[in-house]
């Protein structure tokens, strides 16, 4: 999975590249391309985490939830 997910980043940065080339416009270019950084951080952070179930809470046997009266 995460090397398929690297394609987006990737294919992202080709975008930028021939946006550059064909419209020489720098700013769409640069904000593809700080996109496609980002996206990439974003994969190598969090696809790790990706099937981990995390910590439960423990369970208290003796904790009641209020009750309400409805009088």
Known sequence: MSKRYFLLP???AAVAVIYWKL???TAGA???GVWALAMALFGSILL????DV???APV???WE???RDHS
Do not use: F
């Open 65 to 67: 939830p209020e009750r």
């Open 54 to 56: 995390g910590p439960t």
């Open 48 to 51: 790790p985490t990706v099937n």
């Open 30 to 32: 640069t904000m593809l």
């Open 23 to 25: 419209s020489n416009d």
């Open 60 to 62: 208290d046997p003796d």
């Open 10 to 12: 990737i294919g992202i």
